[in-house]
């Protein structure tokens, strides 16, 4: 689905803290005040975030070591998915990326969730491999991805 056309993509600001701790569930990995506030300091970290009339509506935390990136965390609040905030988001934060020389993106995802992969197989992550028992709480197997960024 196309994005609302009314959705901003920005850098993730000290203020968009509070309104994503009204969404984001901390015991499914997704980051609380405390984590947010930290990456947002972090001198590898590049955060990203979606408005919807005024409103955070998701982020993305990134880390950058020279040309490599990791997606740490990816999550639109649960009223606004299916909607495509979350493709919308992550093709901003790529080109972000893509625009200060990063040329590879790589994230490791629940191998059940599959929102999560579907959404990184539309934007041409391939699965390179399998990590069996890599999660716990409940144990599952990651899906580590990758996706070349061309210049
Ligand atoms: C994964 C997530 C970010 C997707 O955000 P979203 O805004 O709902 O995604 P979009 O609407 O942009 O969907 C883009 C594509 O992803 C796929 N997709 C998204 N949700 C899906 C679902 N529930 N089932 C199957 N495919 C799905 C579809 O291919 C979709 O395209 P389509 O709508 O044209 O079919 C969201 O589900 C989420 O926040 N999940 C919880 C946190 C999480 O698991 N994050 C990823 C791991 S860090």
Redesign the pocket.
């Known amino acids: 689905?196309k994005a609302p056309e009314c959705l901003t993509l920005r850098p993730l600001r000290a203020d968009d803290v509070a309104t994503i701790a009204t969404f984001a569930d901390e015991r499914a990995g997704?980051f609380g005040p405390g984590d947010l506030a930290s990456e947002l300091t972090r001198p590898i970290g590049r955060c990203f975030g979606a408005d919807l009339d005024g409103r955070c509506v998701g982020y993305a935390v990134i880390w950058v070591i020279e040309e490599q990136a990791d997606v740490i965390?990816?999550?639109?609040d649960p009223r606004?998915?299916?909607?495509?905030?979350?493709?919308?988001l992550f093709e901003y934060a790529l080109g972000a990326l893509r625009v200060d020389g990063v040329s590879r993106c790589t994230l490791e995802?629940r191998a059940g969730?599959?929102?999560?992969i579907?959404?990184y197989r539309?934007l041409g992550f391939a699965t390179a491999q399998r990590r069996a028992n890599y999660y716990s709480d409940p144990p599952e197997d990651a899906l580590v991805m990758h996706l070349a960024l061309a210049r």
């Not at 965390?73 to 639109?76: E, F």
């Not at 606004?80 to 919308?88: E, I, Q």
């Not at 969730?113 to 999560?116: G, L, R, S």
């Open positions: 689905m997704e965390n990816l999550v639109v606004w998915r299916r909607r495509g905030v979350g493709r919308a995802v969730n599959v929102a999560a579907e959404l539309k």
